[in-house]
């Protein structure tokens, strides 16, 4: 997400499939450009050409082809459109999960290791779940360590980086979103129902969202941070909190 005085989008970080998005992008505006561009050089044929085409009543061949482009142009953009969201719903093999629980007004996440998944640290075997609430942070303090107002919080989530994980993601009481613009998540926190979707982060950064949900009179201050880190440091960090 873009900040104050940012004069461009925000990174993408999710590796491959957000290089894949970015591309599928190019590919559909430059089929739309292509298009409105020989929509306007027919018009403007028409309007100044000196021929008349009062008395164009039926060509059999030019209804064939103006039928038959579009759907073409279709399943062009169908099929790498389709290639997208398969990779972007694959729940893959993770090596670690993590849960966010959507509260009134808060955030509480609960990190797990995958016990089916080998962990390439042997400190990492001894560690199960660790449960944390994350709450927006004091303005105030948030203007003396120059954060972002509104979107920092007094704990922050810590994940490892370039390693896959699966993200479940529910609600205790009212309807919540848990929404990454970077990470390319948004996905809605149900009560009594658990949304699943792989993450993957390519590299180490700081990640800031919001709930994109109307949920209360706090809706506004439910603020996201996630911060990537190598997987060693990740887990001396979940020793010292054990």
């Not at 658990?194 to 590299?203: E, G, T, V, Y």
Request: proline share 5%.
């Amino acid at each position: 997400m873009s900040f104050y005085g940012s004069r461009y989008f925000g990174d993408i970080i999710y590796g491959e499939v957000g290089k894949s998005l970015f591309e599928y992008h190019g590919y559909v505006m430059m089929v739309a450009v292509g298009v409105l561009v020989f929509v306007m050089y027919m018009g403007c044929v028409i309007l100044f050409t000196k021929r008349f085409y009062r008395h164009f009543l039926n060509r059999q061949r030019l209804e064939f082809w103006w039928t038959v482009v579009p759907m073409l142009l279709l399943m062009l953009l169908w099929f790498p459109s389709m290639i997208n969201l398969y990779h972007m719903e694959e729940v893959k093999r993770p090596r670690w999960n993590f849960k966010a629980i959507g509260k009134q007004w808060y955030w509480s996440y609960e990190f797990c290791r995958n016990l089916d998944t080998p962990s390439f640290n042997k400190s990492a075997e001894g560690i199960s779940c660790y449960t944390i609430d994350s709450y927006m942070e004091n303005p105030q303090d948030t203007f003396m360590k120059n954060g972002y107002r509104l979107l920092d919080v007094d704990n922050r989530m810590v994940a490892p980086a370039g390693v896959q994980m699966t993200a479940f993601v529910g609600s205790s009481d009212v309807l919540h979103s848990f929404a990454l613009p970077k990470l390319l998540i948004k996905v809605d926190a149900i009560p009594g129902r658990i949304n699943r979707l792989p993450m993957k982060a390519s590299q180490c950064s700081i990640i800031y969202g919001q709930c994109s949900e109307i949920c209360g009179v706090n809706h506004s201050f439910m603020p996201i941070v996630i911060e990537f880190i190598p997987e060693k440091y990740f887990v001396m960090w979940l020793e010292a909190l054990n």
